[in-house]
């Protein structure tokens, strides 16, 4: 089957998400649960992290007699993004020949030759795939063990052909009725980083464009929608645990983008969608635009006055009554946005 439509979504908090959307689905299908192989894989890289900081994810496991080895490079990699690297080889001794980048096989062989690449953190993966009429649902899952910490997450994908619009937004309303689905902001490997870095999380912003020569109407539309919720969730989940003005800034633009696309692709939008989404979508803006509005004013017009022009008690007096007004308002924000 030739996939005319897709969406890909994150499940947050996996483990219970996971069981609600194979609850759902066996009550939908009347079939049980599907079960798969767990691959249990020990993840590689230097004492300091430099690997995967660069966005490169070096792991192996079992398979048999035999060992499997597996190269990503995430959405952070100046290597390419999204490129993989896979093999099977008889020894656990690592063989990178297959690499075709000569710049990163050297960068390998050489950590491994300093004897500096070493076991960092485990990771088990299952994939699980349904079939609801003409619509492929495919999960990959993903648990993570760094000695007492453990994380995980799951992208859940939606494919059907051209002929099954009808069928695949039925079952796109019920799952996003019955569960918190999330748009997906980065790919497994940079997410699976994130949790065994501990990285904090940085403001996104919009990037070159997604559309490439070539693409119809319907799959610009996809694209650029999904460009535009990918930042919008990034800085969402920066701006719940972090005042960065720069999250509010990076989702106000994001939802302007997004609101902009639909208002340009509304003829190909079936009827009543864009004014289903349009008033939620001008209020979040406008919530976002009004925390923002006092960000600007505190950092970028009243902090440079006072450093220019001095301090007086008056000017602090506004200062603390515009930074409690504007935290009010940051509250009021992120319990939207939770």
């Known amino acids: 089957m030739t996939a005319a439509l897709s969406l890909s979504f994150s499940l947050p908090n996996p483990g219970p998400t996971l069981e609600r959307l194979c609850r759902l689905l066996r009550q939908t299908t009347g079939m049980p649960t599907p079960r798969s192989p767990r691959e249990h894989w020990l993840c590689h890289d230097s004492p300091d992290d430099r690997l995967q900081r660069d966005g490169i994810w070096l792991a192996r496991r079992p398979a ?15 290597h390419g993004e999204g490129k993989a690297w896979e093999q099977t080889v008889a020894t ?10 000569p710049a990163l096989r050297r960068r390998l062989e050489q950590l491994q030759a300093e004897g500096a690449l070493e076991p960092r953190y485990r990771l088990t993966r299952q994939l699980r795939q349904w079939q609801v009429g003409p619509v492929s649902l495919h999960l990959a899952a993903w648990e993570g063990e760094a000695g007492s910490r453990q994380g995980g997450g799951a992208v859940l994908q939606l494919a059907a052909p051209a002929g099954a619009a009808a069928e695949f937004a039925t079952l796109l309303a019920s799952l ?3 569960l918190p689905l999330l748009p997906v902001w980065q790919d497994e490997a940079a997410a699976v980083a994130t949790w065994a870095l501990q990285l904090p999380h940085r403001p996104r912003k919009a990037g070159a464009s997604p559309l490439r020569a070539g693409l119809t109407p ?22 719940l645990q972090q005042d960065a003005p720069e999250f509010i ?4 633009v994001g939802l302007r983008r997004l609101r902009s696309a639909l208002a340009c692709f509304a003829p190909l939008l079936p009827d009543g969608l864009r004014q289903h989404y349009a008033e939620p979508l001008r209020q979040l803006t406008n919530r976002v635009g009004a925390l923002r509005d006092w960000d600007v004013q505190i950092e970028d017009m009243l902090l440079p006055a006072l450093a220019a022009l001095g ?16 935290l009010r308002v940051r509250q009021a924000v992120r319990a939207t946005l939770a």
Not at 92 to 101: K, Q
Not at 311 to 326: D, F, I
């Open 64 to 78: 048999g007699r035999r060992w499997r080895q597996k190269l990503v490079l995430n959405q952070e990699s100046r």
């Open 92 to 101: 656990a001794e690592w063989n990178f020949l297959g690499i075709p980048d």
């Open 176 to 178: 996003l009725d019955q």
């Open 218 to 239: 319907v799959a610009a539309l996809r694209t650029i929608v999904s460009h535009c919720l990918a930042q919008i969730e990034a800085n969402r989940q920066g701006a």
């Open 249 to 252: 800034h990076q989702m106000r």
């Open 311 to 326: 301090e007086s008690p008056a000017q602090l007096q506004l200062l603390t009554r515009m930074r409690t007004e504007a």
